[in-house]
């Protein structure tokens, strides 16, 4: 394991970006022997630790209250800070929400349709509060790298770390690049 940390963590959306780390196979155990991963689908620890960490990913949309935490905690633990995907981009396919409002989205899904919930909306402060509107990371904290894409190809996640494991800045990639599968 190498002294260079790499923490994950995953805000409102699928599962895709998070899982897509697993997607660079046998170039994944390459990077074990330059960098240790700490929060991560290889590791499955849930938070990024206090401190130290080199390169942060965040995939996901901001949805609501308890997602801007989590963005603010991984922003003030690491020193790059890379949001993966179109989600963590601009809100991606979790903002389609914002073409109904977040109010009637919840009416729609809770109280219109059949549901697990007793026709009752879900107001745990453990889930947040709703945002009005979804946006994407770089709106509630610094972003440094941006890699769009639902989920980005493994071939540039791999040159996103590759280029911030050498010291560099990525350059902006090329739209052909974007995947959207
Ligand atoms: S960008 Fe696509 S794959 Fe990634 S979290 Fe959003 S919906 Fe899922």
Partial sequence: MGNVLIATDWLAACAGCHMSLLDLDERLVELLYHVTFTSSPVTDLKHPPESGVTVGILTGAISNTHNIEVARRMRSRCTYLVAVGDCATFGGI???????????ALRRAYLETESTVDGQIPDSPELGRPLDFVTGVGDVVKVDIFLPGCPPRPDDLHYVFAEVLSGRIPVMLPRENFRYD
Avoid: P, S
């Avoid at 979790?94 to 009637?104: I, P």
């Fill in 94 to 104: 979790v903002g389609a929400r914002n073409l109904v409002g977040t109010q009637a």
